[in-house]
């Protein structure tokens, strides 16, 4: 199997980001009516553009999806074992550690105690909510099994429903925390049930008329670059959307993106090391990685609301997981596609 290539943006998508995060920034600033115009199409704390824009992002990934591999996946739960471990027994609580460290005391001297304290909450909220939708773009970009990532998604979603809250309770000592189930189930819809239903239906229409071969090699590769370009215009419009918040609190962000930033490369290697030593192919070891350190932000930034306000540390926190989240997750996807060779290779019929 070859590697993906990103096309146009493969040489300077380093640039290409920086220049994208500029741009959006400007846009909020200079153009606040942009981000409002854009802002009032969202529904369930989702924002309808950045859907669709995901949406474009996962199709590519989703026409690849053989539902046999679905089926299969059980057969072979090691990366499954993996993804449920560190999401749910390991994440959350090096989060809070890790953000009590940087926020409480490195930090110390340039944090009031009670702003540490919301930052911290916002982090948490992160830790507790493993990716739903972005996670498929990173395992698309760095050549994961589709079936695979898709069963790993649904397992974590199913999971949600359970454990986030009591977590979040735990480690925060808050009460009546309570999973937004307009946002969970619109989230699992627009980027889960929609897009494999889509490439479902187009895989086999079209594999009933043409050669497997022709599906994968022609049909297919007209769609090389949409993922990237989604991925960019993505970036332009959150960071629009927080355009004002950055010039405002520019020392904050940065402050509470460390710990984010250091906690997410930490997931990722526990998670990727693990497969390792497992002998887990790496087709099922990218993934496996990527969506414990990857974050389900729109809840994360609902609960923040909700518990704490809109103006609060804990939901500026969230908004800084969302921005730190494409820069750093795209460095993993070149990481992981580095280290490839040092894996064993999923069996293909």
């Given amino acids: 199997m070859s590697e993906k290539k990103i096309g146009f943006f493969a040489k300077y998508l380093s640039l290409w980001v ?49 539902f046999k591999s679905i089926v299969n996946a059980g057969k072979k739960p090691k990366g499954l074992i993996i993804t449920l471990v560190i999401n749910w027994l390991i994440k959350p609580f090096t989060m809070y550690l890790i953000s009590w460290f940087f926020l409480k005391v490195v930090f110390r001297a340039f944090i009031p105690e009670l702003l540490a304290t919301d930052y911290i909450a916002g982090a948490v909220l992160l830790g507790a909510a493993p990716c739903t939708a972005m996670v498929f773009v990173w395992s698309y970009l760095s050549d994961g099994d589709p079936g695979y990532t898709v069963v790993q998604v649904a397992v974590n979603d199913l999971i949600i429903l359970v454990a986030f809250a009591p977590i979040v309770a735990l480690l925060l000592g808050v009460s009546n925390v309570h999973v937004p189930m307009d946002t969970l189930f619109l989230s699992v819809v627009l980027f889960v049930v929609i897009p494999l239903t889509a490439g479902f239906f ?33 970036l332009v419009i959150i960071f629009s959307f927080q355009g004002e918040t950055i010039l405002a609190n520019p020392v904050s962000i940065i402050l509470i993106a ?19 030593l497992w002998k887990v192919p790496y087709q099922v070891a990218a993934p496996s990685g990527m969506i414990g350190a990857s974050n389900f932000f729109e809840l994360a930034v609902a609960v923040a609301i909700s518990l704490f306000g809109l103006s609060s540390g804990a939901t500026l926190a969230t908004v800084v997981g969302v921005l730190v989240e494409v820069p750093v997750m795209l460095s993993l996807v070149k990481i992981a596609r580095s280290m490839r060779s040092r894996y064993p290779q999923l069996e293909t019929a």
């Fill in 258 to 276: 460390v710990p984010l930033i250091i906690q997410t490369y930490l997931i990722f290697f526990l998670g990727f090391g693990w497969s390792k």
């Fill in 202 to 234: 187009t895989r086999s229409l079209l594999l009933k008329k043409h050669t497997t071969e022709w599906f994968e090699n022609e049909f297919c590769s007209r769609f090389d670059g949409i993922t990237e370009a989604g991925l960019l215009l993505t």
């Fill in 18 to 66: 920086a220049l994208c995060i500029i741009l959006g920034v400007a846009i909020g600033v200079l153009f606040p009516q942009v981000p409002e115009f854009l802002g009032q199409m969202e529904y369930a704390n989702v924002s309808i553009p950045v859907a669709v824009l995901i949406w474009l992002m996962i199709f590519p990934m989703m026409l690849k999806v053989d």
